[in-house]
Structures are given as structure tokens and as C-alpha cells.
């Protein structure tokens, strides 16, 4: 069973502190992995992908990811208000599908 | 770019009717589309990939024959719900790859399904 976790929170973070959300999955072998937002009642958003071990950085939002610990996150600094809503974690197992985790709710607050 | 569209983006319907639900690629051609659906406060679940000119690909568990998938052209796939049911009330979410890269999806804004 090919799986991606992620802590559910509610993770709260002050405006203007970095923000880390974590997310974990099964497959060692996988090979690509995808961040994305959703806020409540909408589709979800993409932020970033990634593709290779270190970071990827664009604007305020950094991935990481470690496939020796199979292990991927994102860094959201600066953290506006606008940032509040449920970070989905998604990878792609090589079955051309995703497979999502539960998502990282998120809380700034002002 | 890598723009998909849904219609309608909410529909509320009685219990034994069917509802029609239409995703579209704007600015590209999709050969495969993928259907989901979402619970409150869940996540995202795969029910089918729907790929143009053949049959979808169910995921274990959803029933085929209620969850009727057509793909009959480059930009348009379709999800009919069969005789539905209160249960069915949910978020159905379609996504697509953008034709520049074969890995990652974009959504549609989803649409919203109530059955009364």
C-alpha cells in the first residue's frame, strides 16, 4: 500500500513566522512530489513541485526534500494571513496517478 | 496557462436522478483527466483516471456503473452520477496534466453535489 502522511494539525503560526509542514510517504523509489493549497470549500491549488534531493525555492515557499529519509516539506516564510488553509501533500508513485495526503491544516495568526 | 474548467459548479438534485458533471481543458489538450471526489474535512479520493478514447480506469471500490465517465474529445471528459443518493452528496474535483508535462495535475474549482 503506497502511502503519503501528513500531521492533520491545526498548526498555528503568528503572521510573519515561517510556517513548516511535513509530510512522509512509503515508496523509496518515488520520484516526483507535489505541494498544494486548499482553502475551504475550493479545488486544491498547486504551489510547488519537486524532484530532487535539497530545496527548491520560489517566492516565500521552499520544498525539501530527502528521498534517503522519504521525507518532503514545505517552508512558507514571511506567513501573511492569506496563507490560511489546508497544505495537501501529493506523490506521484509511478503509476502516473497521485496519491494525497490528508493535508496540514493551517492557521495564521494576525 | 493549464487552465480546467467545471460545469456546473454546484447542483442540487433529487434522490434517483442523475446529474451530469462536465470538466474541460481551456488551454491545452488533456489525454487523461482524473476524477475525484472529496468528503468534509477529508482528502482527495482518486475514483477514476479517464482517458480519451477508451475506457476509464476505476479505483478499487467505485462502482462503475454509477459513476458513468465518458472522454470523448481532447479537452472534455464527463462524469454522469446514476440514480443518486443522499451518500453521493459530495465534492467532485476533476484535474488534468497540462500537456507540457506529463506529472503534474491541474484542478478544475471542483463542483458541488447535493442530492435531496
Known amino acids: 500500500q503506497k502511502e503519503v502522511e501528513q500531521n492533520s494539525g491545526p498548526l498555528s503560526v503568528p503572521e510573519g513566522a515561517i510556517a513548516s509542514l511535513n509530510c512522509t510517504y512509503s515508496?523509496?523509489?518515488?520520484?516526483?512530489f507535489f505541494w498544494y493549497r486548499q482553502y475551504s470549500g475550493k479545488s486544491p491549488e498547486l504551489i510547488m513541485s519537486?524532484?530532487?534531493?535539497g530545496d527548491k525555492e520560489d517566492g516565500r515557499f521552499t520544498a525539501q526534500l530527502n528521498k534517503a529519509s522519504q521525507y518532503v516539506s514545505l517552508l512558507i516564510r514571511d506567513s501573511q494571513p492569506s496563507d490560511s488553509a489546508t497544505y495537501l501533500c501529493a506523490v506521484n508513485f509511478g503509476n502516473e496517478k497521485l496519491t494525497f495526503g490528508t493535508g496540514t491544516r493551517l492557521t495564521i495568526i494576525p | 496557462g493549464a487552465v480546467v474548467s467545471q460545469h456546473p459548479s454546484w447542483v442540487i438534485c433529487k434522490s434517483g436522478t442523475s446529474v451530469k458533471i462536465e470538466c474541460r481543458s481551456l488551454?491545452?489538450?488533456?489525454?487523461?483527466m482524473f476524477w475525484y471526489r472529496q468528503f468534509p474535512k477529508q482528502s482527495l479520493m482518486l475514483m477514476a483516471t479517464s482517458n480519451e478514447g477508451s475506457k476509464a480506469t476505476y479505483e478499487q471500490g467505485v462502482e462503475k456503473d454509477k459513476f458513468l465517465i465518458n472522454h470523448a474529445s481532447l479537452t472534455l471528459s464527463t462524469l454522469t452520477v446514476t440514480s443518486a443518493h443522499p451518500e453521493d452528496s459530495s465534492f467532485y474535483i476533476c484535474?488534468?496534466?497540462?500537456?507540457?508535462?506529463?506529472?503534474?495535475?491541474?484542478f478544475g474549482p471542483g463542483t458541488r453535489l447535493t442530492v435531496l
Open positions: 519537486i524532484y530532487s534531493n
Open positions: 484535474s488534468a496534466y497540462s500537456g507540457r508535462s506529463t506529472d503534474t495535475q491541474y
Open positions: 488551454d491545452f489538450q488533456a489525454t487523461t
Open positions: 515508496d523509496r523509489g518515488s520520484q516526483s
